[in-house]
């Protein structure tokens, strides 16, 4: 069955940087497209940025445009998402997904917190 761990949170302040990490298991990583996805209080859970299997396309939600960089290491089935330049509104849980379009494929895995605050 396939599932994600979701690591790398951390509380920091404004004007920091964090890189998630997503270490995917039970399924061919490499011929999924990948995003990552957060959720704050309150409110509905959000596409952050998304990968295609080759690694070749990519988008960005338009606030993690200039800000945000999402990878992967097929070798190591693995996601990342570098965060920089932090803001207060990116607080949220942070959570990956393989996606066929805009549905996502897997049961969603317990995420990673993001607290940015001075």
């Known amino acids: 069955q396939a599932r994600f761990v979701e690591s790398g949170g951390d509380t920091v302040q404004p004007g920091g940087s964090l890189r998630l990490s997503c270490v995917a298991s039970g399924m061919i990583f490499r011929i999924y497209s990948m995003a990552w996805y957060r959720q704050s209080p309150g409110k509905e859970r959000e596409l952050v940025a998304q990968?295609?299997?080759?690694?070749?396309?990519?988008n960005y939600a338009d606030f993690a445009k200039g800000r945000f960089t999402i990878s992967r290491a097929d070798t190591q089935n693995t996601l990342y998402l570098q965060m920089n330049s932090l803001k207060p509104e990116d607080t949220a849980i942070y959570y990956c997904?393989?996606?066929?379009?805009?549905?996502?494929?897997?049961?969603w895995g317990q995420g990673t917190q993001v607290t940015v605050s001075s």
């Open positions: 990968i295609s299997n080759s690694g070749d396309d990519i």
């Open positions: 997904n393989a996606v066929a379009g805009t549905q996502t494929i897997v049961s």
